[in-house]
Structures are given as structure tokens and as C-alpha cells.
């Protein structure tokens, strides 16, 4: 079998451009790709993301995938659809639980609101809800220019992924059960992802690996790149 892939799957409201301010400054054990799935707007669950991801992927090599916050979600089905496929999973800001039922009537107002108001008034305040308050405060170009870069994402495409997000089952159980093993790397000042509940469910699980970056919100790989790199090459 040929070397390991790395696969980097980037998360909701970006695109694969995130991996271009994070991986080419790093050096990387094994090849790697990153797949840009933003403007799909056929595929409404996690399994219709990952079977389409795959199967652009070469057949022959074991992947490591790495996926950040809906990245995340789908390198969790992937791993439970393609268990042979797959050595490894880091979930970059990102959960197995499925969503509450307030986080579901959350996904269907972004839903309603990227139908009435488009992408543009939609980026500007998701965008800085991802970082921590003080790296926001210190960083107003990154702010602008990623809300800006992403704008010409289709809106269609940003509500079938809220579909799919919305629809996802737990997988916590799963996680119990795997010989896959997964890492978690999460901020501790995530407005998203509290990691004090990933580290409540991981307990019992030795399999699984957790790191916590400091100061970080939902975006470690712009907040604290290098941390994140030595977390992921140390458990590779």
C-alpha cells in the first residue's frame, strides 16, 4: 500500500482556502490534500459528503484525516462508513454529540436567514464569533478579509450543509466502540464547542487523545497554528 494521505477537510461558511493559511507554512510527514466541498449544494447528510469525498480520493493508501468543526463531522461518518479506509482522525474544534433541539432551531433560522439576506450580511458576525474576543479585538484586517473572502460562497450550498449538520446523529457510542483512534484538539474560550463536555464524554475512552489550547476560540489553526501542527505531528 502506498504512503498515508493526509486529508484536510475545512469547515461551514470556508472553504479549502482555510488550509492554505495554515498547512504550506508546516512540514508534514506524509503527502496531503484538501478538499473543497463549500459549494455543493447536492448533498443535504454528513454520508452523502463523505461518500462523494472518498471517492475522489486515491483507493490505495490509508488516510489521516483532519477536520475542522463540520470537517470534523464528516471525517466521523467517513470513519464510520470506511473503517478499512481510514488510520486516524484529529477533530479540529469539533463534536460528536448531535445537535440539541435549541441547536436545531438555530440551524433552521441560518437557514431562513441565508434565504432572506444572502451570504454577505450572513459572514460578517458569524465569522468573528469563531475567534476568542481578544484575538478578534487584535486582529480587525483577518476579520475583514475573511468575511470578505468567503462571500461568493453559494447560499444554496451553506443551507444543505446547515441540513446536514443539523441532521447528524451522535456518535458517541461509535467513539466507544472504534479502534480508529481520534484526537481532539479544542479552545478553551470555543463560543461553539465547550470543550469541558468533550472532556466529560471522552472519559473511558483511552483510545482517544484530547489537547487544549489556551486562549484559543474555534479557529486554532489562526490563533495558535503552531500549537496545533505539534498536537497533530505528535499523534501521527
Request: proline share 6%; aromatic share 12%.
Amino acid at each position: 500500500m502506498a504512503n498515508p494521505l493526509l486529508v484536510f477537510l475545512h469547515g461551514f461558511g470556508e472553504d479549502a482556502r482555510m488550509w492554505d493559511d495554515f498547512v504550506p507554512h508546516f512540514s508534514w510527514p506524509y503527502s496531503y490534500c484538501c478538499p473543497n466541498y463549500a459549494a455543493w449544494s447536492d448533498c443535504d447528510t454528513l454520508s452523502a459528503y463523505s461518500h462523494k469525498i472518498i471517492a475522489a480520493l486515491p483507493s490505495d493508501v490509508l488516510l489521516t484525516i483532519v477536520g475542522h468543526s463540520m470537517g470534523g463531522y464528516i471525517a466521523l461518518e467517513m470513519a464510520r462508513l470506511f473503517p478499512e479506509r481510514i488510520s486516524r482522525v484529529i477533530l479540529l474544534h469539533s463534536t460528536p454529540s448531535a445537535d440539541s433541539v435549541e441547536k436545531k432551531i438555530a440551524r433552521d433560522k441560518t437557514i431562513v436567514f441565508l434565504q432572506n439576506h444572502g451570504v454577505r450580511s450572513f459572514l460578517g458576525p458569524f465569522v468573528a464569533n469563531l475567534f476568542a474576543p481578544d484575538f478578534v479585538k487584535s486582529h480587525p484586517n483577518l476579520m475583514r478579509e475573511l468575511s470578505l473572502r468567503y462571500t461568493n460562497l453559494p447560499a444554496d450550498a451553506l443551507i444543505a450543509a446547515t441540513e446536514a449538520m443539523k441532521k447528524r446523529s451522535d456518535s458517541w457510542d461509535y467513539l466507544a466502540k472504534t479502534t480508529i483512534p481520534f484526537l481532539f484538539i479544542l479552545g478553551d474560550q470555543d463560543a461553539l464547542i465547550p470543550h469541558e463536555s468533550i472532556l466529560r464524554g471522552l472519559e473511558g475512552k483511552g483510545q482517544h487523545k484530547c489537547v487544549i489550547l489556551p486562549f484559543v476560540g474555534h479557529q486554532g489553526t489562526y490563533e495558535s497554528p503552531n500549537a496545533c501542527f505539534e498536537a497533530m505531528v505528535a499523534f501521527m
